[in-house]
């Protein structure tokens, strides 16, 4: 745990550190310290993956980067709001958010990043933000979704489109991936579960 604002933060070992999402900003220390607790060097991490351009995402961006030289990647849809602060709703959380530099930008519907000893496929999934992402790693013969805030919410003032989502959400689900872990409601197993889990927003994005 790093702080309540926070989205879930993951860390894959590639050989090199790769931290999927930042948590809000105010939690930057925790994040470093449960590194360590994990037995690994922080100064290892050589990439930041960024699913969505929400403060409680983007947050500590600025400071990781700065400390160790961490790489941001992004997609390039959601690169600007990273780079200039507008429309992360930094201020809907109270929160002041410092603007990053974005080191990689993802363009169009699939980006392969290939980092020490992993590949991270990056899928474009709209609809939560105009440039969300989700990732797909695979590890020991299982597949493995970083599937970001898949329950949303979808609200046009944080840049959602429900009928975009919907459409990105039954991509998601047609990866048949064993392993899901969601921006907040953590890691989701075995796959029977992940089918019900991105099938009920679907249909209430549907029906909504």
């Keep these: 745990?790093?702080?309540?604002?926070?989205?879930?933060?993951?860390?894959?070992?590639?050989?090199?550190?790769?931290?999927?999402?930042?948590?809000?900003?105010?939690?930057?220390?925790?994040?470093?310290?449960?590194?360590?607790?994990?037995?690994?060097?922080?100064?290892?991490?050589?990439?930041?993956?960024?699913?969505?351009?929400?403060?409680?995402?983007?947050?500590?961006?600025?400071?990781?980067?700065?400390?160790?030289?961490?790489?941001?990647v992004a997609h390039t849809l959601d690169a600007g709001a990273i780079e200039t602060g507008k429309k992360v709703g930094a201020e809907y959380y109270g929160?002041?958010?410092?603007?990053?530099?974005?080191?990689?930008?993802?363009?169009?519907?699939?980006?392969?990043?290939?980092?020490?000893d992993t590949k991270f496929r990056c899928l474009h999934i709209p609809g939560h933000t105009p440039g969300s992402i989700a990732i797909v790693v695979e590890n020991g013969g299982k597949k493995i979704l970083f599937g970001q805030d898949i329950h949303g919410p979808y609200l046009p003032m944080w840049g959602g489109e429900p009928k975009t989502a919907a459409s990105s959400l039954q991509k998601l689900l047609e990866l048949e991936v064993d392993i899901l872990c969601e921006g907040h409601y953590g890691v989701i197993q075995p796959a029977s579960e992940i089918r019900t889990f991105i099938g009920d927003f679907i249909r209430n994005l549907n029906t909504g």
């Design 1 to 72: 745990m790093t702080h309540s604002m926070d989205c879930c933060i993951y860390l894959v070992d590639a050989g090199q550190l790769v931290l999927i999402d930042a948590g809000a900003g105010a939690s930057t220390s925790r994040i470093i310290d449960n590194v360590h607790a994990l037995s690994l060097m922080p100064e290892k991490l050589s990439h930041i993956l960024v699913t969505h351009a929400h403060i409680d995402h983007v947050g500590s961006l600025y400071d990781l980067r700065s400390k160790y030289g961490a790489r941001i």
């Design 95 to 116: 929160i002041k958010y410092h603007p990053c530099p974005v080191d990689i930008k993802l363009e169009g519907e699939e980006n392969d990043v290939t980092i020490g």
